[in-house]
């Protein structure tokens, strides 16, 4: 799978096993998945996160730029440059700043899956993880994700 043949994919959910409980799902359907982050929120608000595979620096400043487009406030070229700095510096998977960052901007006792899904299995992933009481954010299925979220009745 080449990096030009992947799309984002990211979904919520109340209570902090969705998550979990769709990227199972995603992994028992044969999903072809790259790297994937929980990100959970306790009722506490505290904020815990885990990832499955490292990535590279231009990767994550798409994550950063996409996290910017769906957290409130924040400008999506400073996260997608704060992304890449922290990939470089840092760490090689999602930037740990920037899976914090999302854990913050979600609701106390929820979770979100941010995860790397190859192309031609992007709306089947997105369908899969409807089906599991998931609220999906973003499927990558169109190269403009801005329309994407002003579809599901979100302002970018």
Same mark, same amino acid.
């Given at each position: 799978?080449? =990096?030009?043949?992947?799309?984002?994919?990211?979904?919520?959910?109340?209570?902090?096993?969705?998550?979990?409980?769709? /990227?199972?799902?995603? &992994? #028992?359907?044969?999903?072809?998945?790259?790297?994937? *982050?929980?990100?959970? &929120?306790?009722? #506490?608000?505290?904020? =815990? /996160? &885990?990832? $499955?595979? =490292?990535?590279?620096?231009?990767?994550? +400043?798409?994550?950063?730029?996409?996290?910017?487009?769906?957290?409130?406030?924040?400008?999506?070229?400073?996260?997608?440059?704060?992304?890449?700095?922290? *990939?470089? /510096?840092?760490?090689?998977? /999602?930037?740990?700043?920037?899976?914090?960052?999302? @854990?913050? @901007?979600?609701?106390?006792?929820?979770?979100?899956?941010?995860?790397?899904?190859?192309?031609?299995?992007?709306?089947?992933?997105?369908?899969?993880? $409807?089906?599991?009481?998931?609220?999906?954010?973003?499927?990558? +299925?169109? #190269?403009?994700?801005? +329309?994407?979220?002003?579809?599901?009745? &979100?302002?970018?």
């Amino acid at each position: 799978m080449t =990096d030009s043949a992947r799309r984002i994919v990211i979904a919520t959910w109340t209570g902090t096993s969705g998550a979990e409980a769709g /990227f199972s799902r995603l &992994r #028992s359907a044969n999903v072809s998945l790259g790297n994937v *982050a929980i990100v959970t &929120r306790d009722a #506490s608000g505290k904020v =815990d /996160f &885990r990832e $499955t595979d =490292d990535w590279g620096v231009g990767k994550s +400043a798409m994550i950063g730029a996409i996290a910017g487009l769906i957290l409130p406030g924040v400008g999506s070229i400073t996260l997608a440059a704060a992304g890449a700095a922290a *990939a470089y /510096f840092i760490d090689l998977g /999602f930037p740990d700043a920037l899976l914090k960052q999302i @854990g913050d @901007g979600i609701a106390a006792d929820s979770s979100t899956l941010v995860a790397l899904v190859a192309a031609h299995d992007a709306e089947r992933a997105a369908t899969i993880l $409807t089906e599991q009481l998931g609220t999906v954010i973003s499927s990558g +299925a169109e #190269s403009d994700l801005a +329309a994407a979220m002003s579809k599901m009745g &979100r302002t970018a």
